[in-house]
């Protein structure tokens, strides 16, 4: 369990990472940086009142997960969460009526692919290289 | 050693070259996905639909330069 400051430290790591990328990318969205102790992710990102409220997310980070990322490892991790955002509304169509083990399997076989080759193509352009994780 | 500095970021043709392309990619094999029900020009049909409200929900989501 990471102790407060190292909380601290890694808050403070994702927001200015988050920071430089919609910077870089121009991109215009509300996100506001919680430390999460689930299990699974080192990060994920979550609509705050979607869809009364499209631009406000929130981004989970996982301190003890992200603790050994470098700075570019930690840009890339925010570019694959901010483009799940991004393409929100095609996961809330896509995933309207399917059963919860027919939207798990559509966001493992489809979304996160399909996240992945963007997060390489945007990675690219934003940071000059990707160090494909 | 001077740092390296990166050339702005196009948004505009990030999404039209870079990031349009995978996304129909990805919103097509979704409809395929969802059933064998539908018939390839409906697929379509859908396929352009959903990236129209996507690039329009990225005239938000982006800050565009001004011209």
């Given amino acids: 369990m990471p ?8 808050r403070e790591r994702v927001r200015r990472a988050l920071a430089y990328v919609q910077r870089r990318l121009g991109i215009a969205l509300d996100v506001r940086v919680e430390h999460e102790t689930r299990d699974g992710n080192e990060m ?6 979607w ?5 406000a997310f929130t981004l989970d980070f996982n301190a003890s997960f992200i603790v050994d990322l470098s700075t570019q490892e930690l840009r890339e991790n925010v570019i694959h969460e901010l483009l799940h955002a991004l393409t929100w509304p095609l996961r809330e169509f896509a995933m309207k009526g399917l059963s919860e083990r027919a939207a798990d399997e559509w966001a493992d076989r489809i979304e996160e692919p399909v996240i992945r080759e963007l997060t390489r193509i945007v990675a690219t352009h934003a940071l000059g290289r990707w160090s494909q994780r | 050693m001077r740092k390296r500095s990166l050339p702005p970021v196009d948004t505009y043709r990030l999404i039209s070259d870079g990031i349009e392309a995978p996304l129909r990619y990805g919103i097509r094999r979704a409809f395929k996905h969802s059933g064998p029900s539908l018939a390839d020009e409906e697929i379509e049909r859908l396929v352009q639909a959903q990236a129209d409200a996507l690039m329009s929900w990225f005239c938000e989501a982006f800050r565009f330069p001004g011209p």
């Fill in chain 1, 44 to 49: 994920a990102i979550y609509p705050r009142d």
């Fill in chain 1, 3 to 10: 102790s407060a400051a190292q909380i601290a430290r890694e």
């Fill in chain 1, 51 to 55: 869809p009364r409220e499209p631009r």
